[in-house]
């Protein structure tokens, strides 16, 4: 583990959190808490996390997710049930009840979107795309370098296509373009806006956690979870699986938060 923004310390936050009131768990998945896997589906969460996760809800912490993914397709690869997640970077809401909202889309972006999906696949890579509400993402982690050339340079051309209102963001291994209204930070906030007491802490790994990172409050705590260090506006550094393991039993053994928590 390495600290990146003294004085902010483990330590430190580990003895606010063991006197919090409440606290708030909120994760990414993808290259977080599950290695990513030639193909999405077969991401798997690293052995020994779900049952800290589960002593950690027993203990009173609520935890709650924001991912890339569509968050119907993260709510079936987890061992919980009645998680709230937040899906397509925040333009999804699984609710605890298991009702799905979606926020609306512009028309022209909803329009552009499909221009751009469609020119992927008629280019020969609609294996690479990955259409999603609010956004398209292009993947060449595990492509050929010719291959990935042709996916960067044919994104590149997409990006100079983009309409107001829409962004282009890379990713560890691809492309992502996406309506701009919504994205992990905002996501964060409204969960952050219903638990305003709690202590809370955001793990994530890519680029696209920066705007969650920054959304912190001043006692939250940012962590970077991948195996190499990179520019970042987390407060710790966490290389996976056996760091991230001993940051979630160091959390899940604290004394019990107000009785059980739930999968929030």
Not at 152 to 176: H, I, V, W, Y
Not at 184 to 205: C, F, I, M, S, W
Not at 233 to 261: V, Y
């Amino acid at each position: 583990m390495k600290e990146l923004a003294p004085p902010k310390t483990l330590d430190r936050f580990f003895s606010d959190l063991a006197r919090a009131r409440a606290r708030l768990l909120v994760l990414d998945y993808d290259g977080t808490l599950a290695p990513f896997a030639m193909r999405r589906e077969d991401a798997q969460l690293y052995p020994g996390v779900a049952p800290l996760l589960e002593t950690a809800i027993s203990r009173g912490t609520e935890i709650a997710f924001i991912t890339g993914r569509p968050a119907r397709e993260l709510a079936d690869r987890l061992p919980f049930s009645g998680i709230e997640i937040f899906g397509a970077h925040g333009y999804e809401h699984l609710e605890t009840n298991g009702t799905l909202v979606q926020r609306p889309l512009p028309a022209p972006i909803e329009a552009a979107l499909s221009d751009m999906d469609q020119m992927v696949a008629t280019s020969g890579y609609a294996h690479a795309r990955e259409r999603k509400h609010g956004m398209l993402a292009i993947h060449w982690r595990h492509e050929e370098a010719g291959t990935r050339r042709a996916l960067e340079e044919l994104g590149a051309r997409l990006q100079g296509r983009l309409p107001a209102g829409m962004q282009a963001l890379s990713f560890d291994g691809g492309l992502e373009f996406r309506a701009m209204d919504h994205h992990k930070g905002t996501a964060l906030a409204e969960l952050l806006a219903r638990h305003p007491n709690a202590q809370v802490a955001y793990l994530g790994d890519d680029t696209t956690d920066e705007d969650a990172f920054a959304a912190l409050p001043p006692e939250g705590l940012g962590v970077l979870v991948r195996p190499e260090l990179r520019d970042t506006q987390a407060h710790i550094w966490l290389k996976p699986p056996e760091e991230l393991r001993e940051f979630l039993l160091q959390w899940a053994t604290l004394a019990p938060c107000h009785g059980p928590g739930r999968a929030y």
